[in-house]
C-alpha cells in the first residue's frame, strides 16, 4: 500500500568484515535486506512515478497536471547558477507543501548548537586533542531521531551562509506522524548502530551501518528505526553542497565511483491525519501542523534530492611503489568554501585495503596540517588513535597541532620486515575534515565520555640521533661536537 511504513526484518546481515562489496557477490546494488529499489547516479536528472503515466513530457508545469496533481518546484542553488552547478527539482504531489497552519516556535533543543563564533559563551575554543567514548543511547522509547541529536563541533554559523556543524544521534523511538525539515544546510548521515528506514518526499532509503545517507537542505524526511535503538553521526553544511572530489591524473574512475550513489523512487502515502513539520532555521526549531501526508509525492525530476552511498564500495587507491599518497585519496565527497583552495568539507573513510609500499614508514607519519579533524569509528578498530577509540565514539585534533603515533608503534614500523599487508581489516572510521577551526559545545566539553589525548603517550619518543654521535663526528671529521658546529 503506497506509503505505509513497517518494520521489515533485517534477514540476512550484511557483514561489516568483508574486504568490499564485491565480496558479496550481490548481482543487485544494494545489501540483501535493503527492500527498495533505486536511481543510479550522482547527480544526475533522475526521473520516478509512483504511477505511469503522471509526469509530464517536454515540459515542467503542465497547465493540468494528471490526476490533478499539483506542480511544485524545489530549487537547491540559485536560479541563475550554471548550468553544471544548478540543482533544482520537480514535485508532483497531492497537496502543495504550502498546505499546512502556520508555524509556531518549539522550545530549544538544549544539546544542539548553530553559532560557532567565539563569541558565542556556549562554544569553546581548544588547541587540545580531545577524544570521546561512545555515547549512551537512551533508554526506554521517548527520543525520535529529532530529538536524539547532539551537537559536537562546528565552524561558522547558517545564517552566515558559511559554515559545518558536527553531530552524534541517539535515539530509541520512530518518528511517528511527524517529518523534519533542515532549513540550515544539508546533512550527511552516518549510521553506526541500528538501521535506518527513512523516508523522505522523493520516496524512501535503507540505510544500515556501513552507508551514509545525505539529505538536502529544505527536504522533509522522518526515520523509523528497524532493528531497535539507533546510535551515529552527522554532519551539516551550509552555504555548499556536496560534490565529489576531482580524481587528477586518477582519471575516470576510483574512490566513491558516481554509479554507485543511490536515490530513491517515487513512493507517495494518503494519510490525512494530523502530521507535525519540524523546521530548524537559524539553529532554532519552528512547527507546523498539516492534516495531510508531506510524503505524498507521485512523482518527480530533477537533480535536487537525497541519495545515498554504501562505503564498502569505495575503491582505495595507493603507492605501488614508496611513500604515502596525500589522505586526499580516501575523500568520498567534498564541498567548496569561499577558498578555491580549500574545502568547506571533506569527508573520508579508512577502510580495509592493501599496503605495499617498499622500503616506508608506513604508519601516519608525523605530521601537522592546516586541517580540523574530527573522527569516528562505524565498526572495527582502528590505530592511530587512542585505546579507547571505540565504535560510536569521537576524536578531534585542530588544525596545525602535531600528530603521530606513540614510540612502541613506531619502533615496530622502522623495524619490521615490510611486506604486502592489509590495514583496517574488518573496520570502517571516517573523518570529517576542514579546512576551518572547530569550536566545541558546551555538551561535548562537559560530558562524562570526554578524556583527552594524554601526552605522555609521547613521553618515550626517546632521542635516537644522540646515540650516533661518534659516527657523525667521524664523518665531520670531528667538526659536530655535542650537536654545536
Request: glycine residues 8%.
Amino acid at each position: 500500500m503506497p506509503g505505509t511504513t513497517t518494520k521489515i526484518p533485517t534477514g540476512e546481515k550484511f557483514i561489516g568484515a568483508k574486504f568490499h562489496f564485491t565480496d558479496s557477490h550481490s548481482t543487485k546494488p544494494t545489501r540483501p535486506a535493503d527492500p527498495y529499489t533505486y536511481q543510479q547516479g550522482f547527480g544526475n536528472q533522475h526521473a520516478s512515478e509512483a504511477v505511469p503515466g503522471t509526469l509530464p513530457h517536454g515540459q515542467n508545469n503542465p497547465q493540468n497536471a494528471r490526476f490533478g496533481l499539483y506542480t511544485e518546484q524545489i530549487t537547491g542553488t540559485a536560479f541563475v547558477a550554471p548550468r553544471h552547478m544548478n540543482q533544482h527539482a520537480w514535485l508532483y504531489r497531492v497537496r502543495p507543501a504550502v498546505a499546512h497552519q502556520g508555524y509556531k516556535p518549539l522550545p530549544d533543543n538544549p544539546h544542539t548548537e548553530a553559532c560557532f563564533l567565539p563569541l558565542n559563551p556556549k562554544v569553546h575554543i581548544s588547541p587540545t586533542q580531545l577524544a570521546w567514548l561512545p555515547f549512551d543511547i537512551p533508554e526506554g522509547n521517548d527520543v525520535d531521531f529529532v530529538a536524539g541529536i547532539k551537537t559536537v563541533a562546528g565552524s561558522g554559523d547558517p545564517t552566515l551562509r558559511e559554515g559545518i556543524a558536527t553531530h552524534t544521534y541517539m535515539c530509541n523511538k520512530d518518528m511517528t506522524d511527524s517529518a523534519y525539515v533542515n532549513s540550515d544546510g544539508d546533512y550527511l548521515i552516518v549510521p553506526q548502530q541500528g538501521v535506518l528506514d527513512i523516508t523522505t518526499e522523493f520516496g524512501k532509503l535503507w540505510v544500515e551501518p556501513g552507508e551514509i545517507c545525505i539529505i538536502p537542505r529544505g527536504l522533509r524526511f522522518k526515520v523509523v528505526l528497524v532493528d531497535g535503538p539507533s546510535r551515529g553521526y552527522m554532519l551539516e553544511i551550509w552555504g555548499s553542497h556536496f560534490e565529489l572530489p576531482e580524481l587528477g591524473p586518477l582519471g575516470a574512475n576510483g574512490l566513491a565511483n558516481p554509479r554507485d550513489f543511490l536515490y530513491p523512487t517515487a513512493s507517495y502515502s494518503l494519510d490525512t491525519s494530523e502530521w507535525k513539520v519540524i523546521y530548524k532555521l537559524g539553529g532554532k526549531y519552528f512547527c507546523s501542523i498539516q492534516q495531510h501526508s508531506p510524503f505524498d509525492v507521485v512523482a518527480w525530476t530533477g537533480n535536487y534530492a537525497p541519495y545515498k552511498y554504501d562505503l564498502t564500495k569505495f575503491v582505495n587507491v595507493g603507492s605501488i611503489s614508496v611513500d604515502h599518497i596525500d589522505p586526499s585519496i580516501f575523500t568520498v565527497l567534498t564541498a567548496k568554501s569561499r577558498d578555491p583552495a580549500a574545502p568547506l568539507t571533506d569527508v573520508l573513510i579508512f577502510s580495509p585495503r592493501w599496503d605495499t609500499a617498499s622500503n616506508t614508514y608506513r604508519p601516519p607519519y608525523y605530521h601537522r596540517n592546516v586541517a580540523s579533524e574530527l573522527m569516528g569509528l562505524i565498526y572495527g578498530g582502528y590505530g592511530g588513535r587512542s585505546d579507547e577509540f571505540q565504535p560510536g565514539g569521537l576524536s578531534y585534533e585542530c588544525g596545525c597541532v602535531p600528530h603521530g603515533v606513540a614510540y612502541p608503534e613506531f619502533k615496530a614500523a622502522t623495524s619490521a620486515e615490510l611486506d604486502s599487508m592489509r590495514i583496517s581489516e574488518g573496520a570502517i572510521a571516517f573523518m570529517f575534515e576542514s579546512s576551518r577551526p572547530f569550536t566545541i559545545t558546551e555538551y561535548a566539553m562537559n560530558s562524562d565520555k570526554l578524556h583527552e589525548h594524554d601526552p605522555k603517550m609521547w613521553d618515550d619518543l626517546v632521542d635516537n640521533f644522540s646515540t650516533h654521535l661518534k659516527e657523525i663526528e667521524s664523518l665531520s671529521n670531528g667538526v659536530v661536537k655535542n650537536g654545536t658546529h
